[in-house]
């Protein structure tokens, strides 16, 4: 009868840590606070957050309710766009230095935009 309930326990422990890591799309992953100021000193010099006229790369306000990414025509979701920071379509340059945190807290902040 002990092993059972030490079986469920370590069930329900492995179940439990692989979920922890997961989130809804809803679910906010990141700070939106840093996420500006990160925005501000890798993207805004080819990025507007309050229009979609063209910078130097595409404007991106109001990018969460669009259909598609811009450039790459992807679906807008937090995995394309962290795709995209990481790994460049066209003319937009890498950014080596973010770590994950960084990308999930732009991510965070472009969904207020």
């Keep these: 009868m002990r092993v059972k309930w030490i079986l469920a326990g370590l069930i329900c422990t492995l179940l439990i840590s692989l979920f ?3 989130s809804s799309p809803g679910t906010t992953t ?3 606070e840093k996420g500006e100021n990160l925005f501000v ?4 010099f080819c990025h507007h957050t309050d229009s979609k006229d063209k910078k130097v790369g595409p404007g991106l306000k109001e990018i969460f309710k669009e259909k598609a990414l811009p450039v790459s025509k992807k679906a807008v979701t937090k995995d394309n766009i962290r795709n995209q920071i990481k790994y460049p379509v066209a003319n937009m340059p890498a950014f080596p230095d973010l770590l994950e945190q960084d990308i999930r807290d732009i991510i965070e902040y472009l969904r207020v935009l």
Aim: glycine share 20%.
């Design 41 to 44: 000193s890798k993207c805004a």
């Design 30 to 32: 990141g700070d939106i």
């Design 20 to 22: 922890a890591g997961y």
